[in-house]
């Protein structure tokens, strides 16, 4: 399976942006869905997962401010992203809780103070 994300951009801080991750080659159904994002020098921290039961969780970073979603007959996961900061700022990547996919190449946010 190959994952798209997309969506990516430049906004001012307290913007919005909306992220989505397609999936290629196979379906992600099956699998709990997670965004992640990494920052140069930085590890890749999860951000958002969505289980197959559709419940959720967050980092504390972004609880309250960002909602992910899936569409398993879509093959689509999308991230809402609301009152930005510029600590948001980085390469934000889809996959599976446990990386089952290849990563793709992620989209870019980045956060103007």
């Known amino acids: 399976v190959q994952l798209q994300a997309s969506g990516g951009g430049y906004v001012q801080a307290g913007g919005s942006l909306r992220l989505s991750c397609a999936a290629s080659g196979g379906t992600f159904s099956d699998y709990h869905m997670a965004w992640f994002r990494q920052v140069p020098g930085k590890h890749r921290e999860l951000v958002a997962l969505i289980r197959t039961n559709h419940w959720t969780n967050y980092a504390d970073s972004v609880k309250g401010r960002f909602t992910i979603s899936r569409d398993n007959a879509g093959n689509t996961v999308t991230l809402q992203m609301d009152s930005l900061k510029p600590e948001d700022t980085a390469v934000y990547y889809c996959?599976?809780?446990?990386?089952?996919?290849?990563w793709g190449q992620g989209t870019l946010v980045t956060v103007s103070s």
């Open positions: 996959n599976t809780d446990r990386w089952a996919f290849l």
